[in-house]
């Protein structure tokens, strides 16, 4: 009786025990392995963060350079601007003067009016007669 129940008893006991145990030891193999793979994950994520730092540091660097470059140019564009409507007053300025100036003006006169009066009757060759 009483020690083949004991036995038993203990039998089954132990059986649970070691199927609890080899379930909890498969539990800690799957986490184990879980945290390996998160590691790793943290790892090139934290690779691939650095490298998206650098890559945005540098894209800030390009942008400012372009900022300064744009400022310059739009300096520069105002600068010409300027200049091109000085330019246009001095022409519109001297164009009125000229369009006022008789020195070098030209009287409307046709060709016959224009010609020099160097004959008395019309030409008629050198052919004898």
Not at 7 to 19: C, F, P, V, W, Y
Not at 80 to 99: E, P, R, S, W
């Amino acid at each position: 009786g009483w020690c083949d129940a004991e036995l038993g008893a203990n039998k089954q006991q132990r059986d649970s025990r070691t199927e609890e145990v080899e379930q909890l030891t498969a539990q800690k193999d799957e986490q184990t392995t879980l945290i390996a793979q998160l590691t790793q994950d943290i790892e090139t994520l934290t690779k691939e963060i650095a490298e998206l730092d650098a890559a945005m540091a540098e894209a800030t660097e390009e942008r400012s350079a372009a900022k300064e470059k744009n400022l310059q140019t739009i300096e520069d564009a105002k600068a010409a601007q300027t200049a091109v409507q000085n330019a246009m007053a001095v022409l519109k300025d001297f164009y009125a003067k000229a369009a006022e100036a008789t020195a070098l003006a030209q009287t409307a006169q046709t060709p016959a009016e224009d010609a020099p009066e160097t004959f008395d009757k019309p030409y008629t060759g050198m052919l004898p007669e």
